[in-house]
């Protein structure tokens, strides 16, 4: 079945440092990947969103590129600021069989400290 | 800016006992989805509904969950007699279409503690 693989946190950065969190999938198909973030105490919020190979998310300073080739969603920033503390989500929706529910990894929570 | 909302956020009951988690979805979206995050795994999907009828749900969704959309508005997930295992937060989405590019719009979640 669909999987979803990111890395396994926690991730602590200093204000201004580069983030990269790794994502990486299995499934059939062709599939949409989403980046959703979740703020201390709040629900899961999209961050963004890519829908075919070579599409490139990107909201707020954060990116992530779809590569078919690697099967990988990568989410980055060039500077992070501390108002970016909480916990990413890598997500796949598959078009390829007969629902649509969203397959999600661990989360990684990032730490930005001033 | 429209949001779906949960209540209530934190829920705490004996084990056996039966729990509703409510949820309001996006006013003019028509799909509805729980899903549950145990304590440091992933979060899983358990069931998505459209027009008053179940679309999909997951193993996880046995004989002891149930959905329904009592009105116009709520969303409700009913565990009819919750087990330990049970405990985790339960989110509920909405998205205005039934795509794979489509949004799922989630709420803040309620956490659900079996004793």
Known sequence: GDSVTQMEGPV?????????????????????LFWYVQYPGEGLQLLLKATKADDKGSNKGFEATYRKET???????GSVQ????AVYFCALSNSGGS?????FGKGTLLTVNP | EPEVTQTPS???????????????PISNHLYFYWYRQ???????FLVSFYN????????????????????????TLKIRSTKLE????????????????DTQYFGPGTRLTVL
């Open chain 2, 52 to 75: 008053n009828e179940i679309s999909e749900k997951s193993e996880i969704f046995d004989d002891q969950f149930s959905v329904e959309r009592p009105d116009g508005s709520n969303f």
């Open chain 1, 99 to 103: 629902n649509y529910k969203l397959t």
């Open chain 1, 71 to 77: 099967t990988s969603f990568h989410l980055e920033k």
């Open chain 2, 10 to 24: 934190h829920q705490v009951t004996q084990m056996g006992q039966e729990v509703i988690l409510r949820c309001v």
């Open chain 2, 38 to 44: 145990i304590l440091g795994q992933k979060v899983e």
């Open chain 1, 82 to 85: 501390v108002s970016d503390s």
């Open chain 2, 86 to 101: 049970d405990s985790a937060m339960y989110f509920c989405a909405s998205s205005y279409d039934f795509t794979s590019t």
């Open chain 1, 12 to 32: 602590t950065l200093s204000e201004e440092a580069f983030l990269t969190i790794n994502c990486t999938y299995t499934a059939t198909g062709y599939p949409s």
